[in-house]
């Protein structure tokens, strides 16, 4: 038996090779520079048994899907012809090589074994995978290998439980990567054509287009508004303090402040009035600090962002050479919850060479362990991101450290005690108004030893009150402030909100929030350096990004995924960085908002709708046919609006960008 077997990119072909082979392997090169052919003997069990195996691999997507020549150009056929033009699958250009190397060992092959990585994404790859090998062979037998990590043990169970292709999977990638090609084009066209004859900077740029790209500007505009439009109020409130066995004990009001001063003269002259404040409550109780849940895509990226000084892309590139070296699960998870039948204690056990937390995996191992929190999904693919063995920090480079710490003492934090306290909650009665006052003690700081991105300090503990005593406040005061704007979004809000919003996958939002900035919708700038106007061209600019093709999924074209980028939205010695649009991006935005249709492009509802129509085809709910017909639909309606209501869009540039009619 002969089987190939075929990677999505060169580092697992050679992790898997290496497990497989036992290191008795004949090492051969391709065409393709990146890609070796490992040659060896493996017994994959039933039904394929005792095989000699080619292990190979592609670097992600080997397929685009492009519009015949006839839609080339720009201004004819009309960009409004996209949405039924013809679309072709073709081997796209700089994936050729790959191609020409799978179907010639294809031919000498009786199986095809697919170890793409198992998301929707890898499913479609693999399918790409089958139908370059049958080109060179149409008998093949093929399966997919199910695997999450490339640790020794879990690829031989992996080799030695294969399965099928889900064809439901790649049909939605399938039909995801169509509607983006005719959207993307169409709109894209329809802007930069329509808008070019305003002359000025929109003469010669290419305004583009994409279904994530504009809600996820949408969501960044409309913070920019919302503090821009924001009008401070007056509210005024009273402060009680009293000062006891030495310890200043500061009592809230239960109404937290009025925005009328004479009411709250008034209620304030009461409490002066009566003297005497009486203790209606005090309660002392245990009380935690949860340890955190275990670790998904979403969350590492906005902790990279708030406490590891990156974006979110830098993260998931690190974490990705992390998963490819062995050194971490696979990063692309929805999943915050571990399999009851995961050994976590032995993954323990590999941290503790660390000098850094070796000490404390030590004591989780004497018998500190605790199983981890259960959270509330679980995307069947795979488990949350954890450590599969010990990395010296002499092996990785800087980002990887910092993110391989970060995945490690997260991990420890899962397996550990929550934090444990005691909290005191003491009443009083002043005058007519009640008061609180609150103060914790930490006795046991547990998790937190290891995850230092959490603090827990506690406040001061109160002395004694006793329920029913009378004593005379040491202070008395009536506060005056005002209300604050919201912040400007940072990388990790501009996350959660597409998180929320259903705005791209885990793994691909950070490829979007970096899309914006590619095409100088935003720019991202240091809280403590923003002043005057947003949007204002003097504001510091993100560094100049490397630009990003077209594609089903931008990286993914490229060698594995994570297109490297510029614009650093956590960035270095600047502290906290938010994102505010350009004026050229205000106005599209307002533009296609101003519009008043019910789906607008600024905002998140059609793609929101789209990623759901995606889950119902894997589901088997709807099929690709279903999903296409309905939503191109949907698109051309939006595109017929825009159109008609032009302008209104060129009016929002004109306002924003050449500062006319009152702008």
Known sequence: MRVLCVAEKPSIAKAVAGHLSGGQVQIHNTPEKYIKN?????????????????????????TSAVFPVAYKKWEYPPPERLFDAPVNIIISEDKKKVADNIEKQARYANALCIWTDCDREGEHIGFEICEVARKGNRTLDIKRAK???????????????????????????ASRIELDLRIGYAFTRFLTLNLRTLGGPLAELMLSYGSCQFPTLGFVVDRYFRVRNFKPETFWSIKVMHKREGIDVNFGWSRHHLFDRASVIILYERCLAAKMAKVTKVQEKPTKKWKPLPLTTVELQKMATRFLRM??????????????????????TETDRFDSGMNLRALVQKQTPSDSWG???????????????????????HP???????????????????????VARRFLACCSEDA?????????????????????????RNYLEVYVYEKWTGSVQLPKFTVGEL??????IMTEGKTAPPNYLTEADLISLMDANGIGTDATMAEHIQKIQDREYVQTVSRNARSGDAGDEEEEEAAPPAR???????????RGRGGRGGGSAAGGRGGIKEFIPTKLGVALIEGFDRMNFETSLGKPFLRKETELKMKAICEGRTTKEAFLDESIQQYRLVYMQSQEKLNVLKAACRQYIFQQNGG
């Open 38 to 62: 490992y040659v060896f003997d493996y017994d994959f069990g039933r039904p394929w048994g005792h095989s000699q195996v080619t292990m190979t691999s592609v670097l992600g997507h080997v």
């Open 311 to 332: 974006t979110g892309q830098q993260a998931m590139e690190a974490a990705e050479n992390l998963y490819n070296k062995g050194f971490i699960s696979y990063p692309r």
């Open 359 to 381: 000490g404390f995996a030590q004591n989780l191992v004497d018998g500190g362990f605790q199983q981890p929190r259960q959270g509330r999904n679980d995307d069947k693919a």
């Open 471 to 476: 004593f005379e406040p040491t202070e008395a």
């Open 147 to 173: 695997f999450s990590n490339i640790e020794r043990a879990h690829i031989m169970n992996a080799s030695r439980n294969l399965v099928n292709l889900d064809q439901k999977q790649v049909n939605a990638v």
């Open 548 to 558: 990003g093709g077209r594609g089903g999924r931008g990286s993914r074209g490229g």
């Open 420 to 444: 444990k306290g005691v909290a005191t909650d003491v009443d009083i009665l002043y005058g007519e108004e009640s008061f609180h006052a609150h103060g914790v003690v930490v006795l046991e």
């Open 384 to 406: 949350p991101i954890h450590p599969i063995t010990y990395a010296a920090p002499t092996v990785l480079n800087d980002k990887e450290r910092r993110i391989y710490e970060f």
